[in-house]
C-alpha cells in the first residue's frame, strides 16, 4: 500500500484518479484550491482520502504534505487556451511557477515519482501526423507554453535533483463529472449538454478540425501505469486512442445516440486552436504497457448516460 498524493484531486480527471486509487486501497491525500475542482466530486471517498484545500502557488502552505508521500500525480493547472489568452499572469503563475512548487516540494520530501500532466496542446499546429513525442514543439497559447515548461522543468529535476518525473501528454480527455457549464471546459461536455437541454450545440470553425478524442478512463489508467513503469523516468510521453474524429463526425455519432438530427451552430474559429490533433500512442504502449481500453464511442455513449443519470438526481 502506497501513499499518492494527487494535486487537483477535485477536479474532473482528477477525481477519476482519487477514485480508482481508493478502489485500489491505496493511501490518498488531495490537494486542491477547489477553483475549478469540486467537492462533490469525491463525495463517495470522502470518507477515505483525506483533503487539503490549498493553493499550489502557496510553496510554505503544500510542503508540509509531501512529507511520506510514495508519488505525486501533479494534475493541478488553471485549464483552457481561451483562459490563458484572456489572463496569461495567472496562467504563468499557477501552471508554471505552481508547478515548479509541486516540484520542489516532491524533491525536498524524497518522494519516489512524480507524474505530470502534461498537454498535446504544445505540438500546435505542427502539421506532421500523427503526432510523436520527438516533434518540435509549437505551443500557440500561455496554456500551451505553460503545460511545456512544466514538461521541461521535469526533465531538469530527474536530471539534476534525481527526481524521477514522468510527463504525459493528455488528447483531449472527456467523460462523466466534466463541468459542462464551465467556460473553460472540453467540447464533448458541452455538446453532450446541449443535447440533454435540447439546445444547439456550437461549433467553432466548419467543423473539420480534428481531435484525438481520450475517455477519462484511459488516462487514468495510464497515468497510474506511469507512476511505476520502468525506464519511463524522464520521458514524456503521449496519452491519446490513436484514432482522430471531426467535430462534425461527432455531431453525427450524437446525432445517433440521441436519436434525433440536431444541425450545429457555425461560429468564427478562436484564436490558439490547433485545427487537428492525433496521438502516436507506441511510446506509450513501448514503456508503460498501455493500450486504450475505451473507444470514442463506447466513451461517448457512457457520458451520454452519465448526464442522464445526474439530470435524475436534480
Not at 504534505?65 to 495567472?90: E, K, T
Amino acid at each position: 500500500m502506497a501513499l499518492y498524493l494527487v494535486t487537483g484531486g477535485a477536479g474532473f480527471i482528477g477525481s477519476h484518479v482519487v477514485h480508482e486509487l481508493v478502489r485500489r486501497g491505496e493511501v490518498v491525500r488531495v490537494l486542491d484550491n477547489l477553483s475549478t475542482g469540486r467537492i462533490a466530486n469525491l463525495a463517495d471517498v470522502s470518507e477515505q482520502i483525506t483533503l487539503y484545500e490549498m493553493d499550489i502557488c502557496d510553496l510554505g502552505r503544500i510542503s508540509q504534505h509531501f512529507a511520506d508521500a510514495h508519488y505525486v500525480i501533479h494534475l493541478a493547472a488553471l485549464p483552457s487556451v481561451a483562459r490563458s489568452i484572456a489572463d496569461p499572469l495567472s496562467a504563468n503563475a499557477v501552471n508554471i511557477t505552481g508547478s515548479l512548487n509541486v516540484l520542489l516540494a516532491a524533491r525536498d520530501a524524497g518522494v519516489k515519482r512524480l507524474v505530470f500532466a502534461a498537454s498535446a496542446a504544445a505540438y500546435g499546429d505542427n502539421p506532421t501526423m500523427p503526432r510523436v513525442e520527438t516533434l518540435t514543439p509549437n505551443p500557440l497559447s500561455p496554456y500551451a507554453l505553460a503545460k511545456l515548461a512544466g514538461e521541461y522543468y521535469c526533465q531538469i529535476f530527474t536530471r539534476i535533483y534525481g527526481l524521477e518525473t514522468v510527463a504525459l501528454r493528455y488528447f483531449n480527455i472527456f467523460g462523466p463529472r466534466q463541468n459542462p457549464d464551465s467556460p473553460y471546459t472540453g467540447v464533448l461536455s458541452k455538446f453532450v449538454a446541449a443535447y440533454h437541454r435540447r439546445d444547439t450545440p456550437v461549433i467553432f470553425g466548419d467543423g473539420e478540425q480534428s481531435r484525438d478524442f481520450t475517455y477519462v478512463d484511459n488516462v487514468v489508467d495510464a497515468t497510474l501505469r506511469a507512476c511505476a513503469a520502468t525506464g519511463a523516468a524522464g520521458k514524456v510521453i503521449n496519452v491519446g486512442v490513436g484514432r482522430s474524429y471531426t467535430l462534425n463526425q461527432t455531431i453525427g455519432l450524437l446525432n445517433g445516440i440521441f436519436g434525433r438530427q440536431v444541425k450545429p451552430k457555425y461560429d468564427p474559429p478562436r484564436k490558439g486552436d490547433a485545427l487537428h490533433s492525433l496521438a502516436d500512442i507506441s511510446l506509450a504502449r513501448q514503456m508503460l504497457g498501455y493500450e486504450p481500453r475505451v473507444s470514442f464511442e463506447e466513451g461517448l455513449r457512457r457520458t451520454v448516460d452519465w448526464f442522464r443519470l445526474e439530470a435524475t438526481k436534480i
